[in-house]
């Protein structure tokens, strides 16, 4: 190989190594761009992520928030704000005052033993009854939301009438129903319709279960609530004829709270 041919390899041979450099050195270039792109990404995301849970973690829940809802009172409501419900005559000469929070299970127990013999009472005029409805079970247990929830949808049952009001109101209370005091069965709007369609005047009733889906009556349940903390009531059932407790209802018997009765009014 002559000279010339020796060197012009040997300058052609550094001129394509140099070039190789060249490239690897570009390669290297973007790949480390390309590192520090993704580290400035997944910074933002991490950033944008902590900012999501601080503006939740500020926004109020649900229920604070449907404080500042309009009041929206059922229909055959009565009392301040609409927060007592009257079922019977407003003429009987007496009126049985009942307090109640829809997971008690103490409720469910006295409703399912005497509630039969206080609408026979009501109906034969012997008194009428009105309820005030709580919710504190919510924050007693920590958990769920069922107490208001299941309130709100009653208030829905009460402005299609008081008979849709008390069927439901049975029907939430039942065996069959009613869940564990622990279990937010009643937290769930499907839940609140599908027992519902036990009742005629709610089956298929497109008005109530919009009043449900959409909480028209959330603020009048949180007013409620409140009344019945107002009341000074501190255990459910609590159950007041004309004034004077009538203790332990839900230990009795049908024929026990019945006697308790005549004998409250034989005073």
Request: glycine share 6%; proline share 3%; charged share 20%.
């Amino acid at each position: 190989m002559s000279q010339r041919n020796s060197l012009a390899a040997k300058t052609a041979a550094r001129e394509r190594l140099r070039a190789e450099r060249e490239k690897q050195a570009k390669r290297d270039k973007l790949r480390r761009q390309l590192l520090v792109f993704g580290g400035v990404i997944a910074t933002l995301a991490v950033l944008a992520g902590v900012a999501v849970a601080v503006v939740k973690m500020n926004q109020p829940s649900y229920w604070e928030a449907a404080k500042d809802k309009k009041l929206v009172k059922p229909a055959h409501s009565s009392g301040t704000n609409g927060t007592s419900i009257l079922v019977g005559s407003a003429s009987a000469k007496h009126t049985l005052k009942v307090y109640e929070d829809l997971r008690c299970p103490y409720c469910a127990q006295f409703e399912q033993t005497s509630g039969d013999t206080m609408a026979a009472d009501v109906k034969a005029g012997t008194y009428n009854m009105s309820y005030t409805m709580g919710a504190f079970l919510d924050d007693s247990l920590g958990q769920g939301q069922g107490s208001k929830n299941a309130l709100s949808a009653l208030g829905a049952a009460l402005n299609v009438s008081t008979d849709a009001f008390v069927a439901y109101h049975k029907v939430l209370y039942s065996k069959a129903v009613h869940p564990e005091e622990t279990t937010d069965a009643f937290g769930s709007d499907t839940n609140l319709i599908k027992y519902a369609q036990k009742v005629p005047a709610l089956k298929d009733n497109a008005a109530f279960q919009k009043a449900v889906k959409d909480g028209t009556y959330d603020k009048w349940a949180l007013t409620m609530a409140a009344q019945f903390d107002s009341d000074g009531i501190t255990g459910t059932p609590t159950v007041k004829l004309d004034g004077t407790a009538i203790e332990n209802p839900q230990s009795m018997t049908a024929d026990q709270f019945e006697a308790a009765i005549k004998a409250q009014l034989a005073k």
